[in-house]
């Protein structure tokens, strides 16, 4: 843990939570003072969130990218 981290990973995080909830904190990672000017990596399963983001990384099953 570091308080000024420039690279924020956040793996999986999201799952638990309804959509209004993760909309939210997905809005504040993308518009927010919290996360400006960082590199947030997202991991996630859902589709949806990861189409909100700038860049999409897919891996398939196999370990491709």
Not at 9 to 25: K, P, T, W
Not at 43 to 55: C, G, K, P, S
């Amino acid at each position: 843990y570091k308080k000024n981290a420039n690279i924020i990973l956040i793996d999986g995080a999201l799952s638990s939570l309804d959509s209004r909830v993760s909309a939210n904190i997905i809005s504040e990672i993308k518009n927010g003072e919290l996360f400006k000017d960082k590199l947030v990596i997202l991991v996630t399963y859902d589709l949806d969130q990861a189409e909100q983001m700038a860049w999409v990384i897919h891996m398939s099953d196999t370990g491709s990218i």
